[in-house]
């Protein structure tokens, strides 16, 4: 079982923890309640607070992914 997540927060509500400790109570409940074998997430490479709060919370950089958005408008 391999679960990703994201997030977004409102510039008003970054740099205060809310995404770190909701990211590390859902991986415990993941983890624990259902069993999950994986979970990973996927950010842009500038998005360098993003980076090290999952590195805080033992995610660790398995790769980079090339040309991997497609956008209409490009």
Known sequence: ???????SLSVAY???????EAI????DFL???KKIHRIFGTTDTENLSCIRMCE????HREGKLRQNFWDEAM
């Open 1 to 7: 079982n391999i679960v990703e997540f994201g997030l």
């Open 14 to 20: 970054q740099r205060k923890g809310y995404a770190a």
């Open 24 to 27: 590390a109570g859902i991986c």
């Open 31 to 33: 983890f624990r309640e």
């Open 56 to 59: 805080n919370l033992n995610f």
